[in-house]
Nanobody
Framework: QVQVVESGGGLVQAGGSLRLACAVTVSGFRIDDMGWYRQTPGNQRELVAGINTGGNTYYLDAVKARFTISRNNDKNTIYLQMDSLKPEDTGLYLC?????????WGRGTQVTVSS
């Protein structure tokens, strides 16, 4: 079984910071890529930041230099440090993992940035 659980969302003023965490429980197989997606009403889900097993990272252009993704392979956990938040960062942030069995998703954590 696989469980993906996000935490750390909330309401913050523009310019503030939040740290999201995604804890994965998995038994018997390895986690490959991990990432954070953002879902907003009327828009497609978009990849905000990703990280592979080697620590190589990807960032959406709009969040580069403001967001930092990190990974603890021993704990099967990834983090997303979000600084200098903007109202357009508002959305439901979902964690996704890739395994040989396919992709698994969490239910998401809401981030709301007020102007």
């Amino acid at each position: 079984q696989v469980q993906v659980v996000e935490s750390g969302g909330g309401l913050v003023q523009a310019g503030g910071s939040l740290r999201l965490a995604c804890a994965v429980t998995v038994s018997g197989f390895r986690i490959d890529d991990m990432g954070w997606y953002r879902q907003t009403p009327g828009n497609q889900r978009e990849l905000v930041a990703g990280i592979n097993t080697g620590g190589n990272t990807y960032y959406l252009d709009a969040v580069k230099a403001r967001f930092t993704i990190s990974r603890n392979n021993d704990k099967n956990t990834i983090y997303l440090q979000m600084d200098s938040l903007k109202p357009e960062d508002t959305g439901l942030y979902l964690c996704s993992i890739q395994t040989w069995r396919g992709a698994y998703w969490g239910r998401g954590t809401q981030v709301t940035v007020s102007s």
